[in-house]
């Protein structure tokens, strides 16, 4: 077990961020400049135009998309989340957060120019995501996808020896698991280039590293659903040994390597 999250989108935790909605926000970390300033570009997000996002958690990229001037509708099925989204965007009278599950959400009648989705696409029905986002898209519109992945980089020797906390206090956890590299994965985009709705799909790769004290890797771990549906005895001995790890061999700080991919795709007329 590693600090990923599932790409499978298990529906059982889906609504499991929005018990801790202000640790995911102060969490959570945002996306670097190179992958929001192609996403406003290729959206084209400026005065007049038109974009949903779809389970935007507490706003953390819809403020950079707002700052465009572009006019967002934002669902997300979590109260919490949705309230602390609100208050961060309060000073964009161009946005409106709607609380609501993506798949039961009722669109306007008028189409959005675009459509973005930021390390959350998993967790939408698979059976709906794709035909109501094209739903909802004018023809020619972009949907948007960012994918985040745990890669290897950063305290490497940190990642490797962390696995061992795993494996104690999760037997499910596999033996000797490591983050792979960015050079090494392979960008699934089977989905969106199979499917009837949408054309011309592109993959953008954005890194940045973070480095956090014992106290903040913490933080961020908590937000993270895989960790969140630990039993609790798991859990807290799972942290207390991370914590143990970090602050003992590490000098109280580790460096994490995130790679974000962006994937693109028009919405094909007719």
């Known amino acids: 077990m590693d600090a990923r999250e599932s790409h499978t989108g298990d529906p059982r935790l889906r609504n499991i961020f929005d018990q801790d909605a202000e640790r995911y926000d102060r969490a959570r970390p945002r996306y670097p400049a190179s992958l929001t300033e192609r996403l406003i570009r290729v959206t084209g997000a400026a005065p007049g ?3 949903l996002e779809i389970a935007p958690g507490t706003g953390q990229l819809t ?7 572009c006019a967002i509708t934002a669902v997300e099925i979590g109260p919490r989340m949705a309230a602390v989204a609100r208050r961060r965007l309060a000073a964009f009278a161009c946005v409106e957060v709607v609380v609501a599950p993506f798949e039961q959400w009722e669109p306007p009648a008028e189409p959005f120019d675009a459509v973005v989705c930021a390390t959350a696409f998993h967790w939408i029905d698979p059976v709906v995501r794709l035909p109501k986002t094209a739903g909802v898209l004018r023809p020619g519109g972009l949907l948007a996808v ?4 745990h890669v290897a980089g ?3 020797d940190f990642f490797a020896e962390v696995q061992e906390c795993y494996e104690r206090w999760d037997p499910a956890t596999p033996a000797g698991l490591r983050q792979p ?8 985009t089977e989905e969106f280039t199979g499917s009837p709705y949408f054309t011309d799909v592109t993959v953008h790769g954005h890194a940045q590293e973070i480095t956090y004290t014992a106290d903040r890797y913490l933080d961020v771990l908590l937000t993270y659903s895989n960790h969140r549906a630990l039993p609790e005895a798991a ?3 799972l942290l207390a040994d991370i914590r143990e ?3 003992s061999r590490y000098g109280g700080a580790v460096t994490k390597r995130y790679w974000h ?9 007719g």
Do not use: N
């Open 154 to 156: 950063g305290t490497e």
């Open 49 to 51: 135009v038109r974009v």
């Open 245 to 247: 790890l970090i602050e």
């Open 235 to 237: 859990r807290y001995g």
């Open 181 to 188: 590299r960015e050079s090494d994965l392979a960008t699934d």
């Open 261 to 269: 991919e962006l994937i693109t795709a028009v919405r094909v007329a």
């Open 146 to 149: 960012i994918g985040t992945h």
């Open 63 to 69: 403020v950079d998309l707002a700052g465009s001037g």
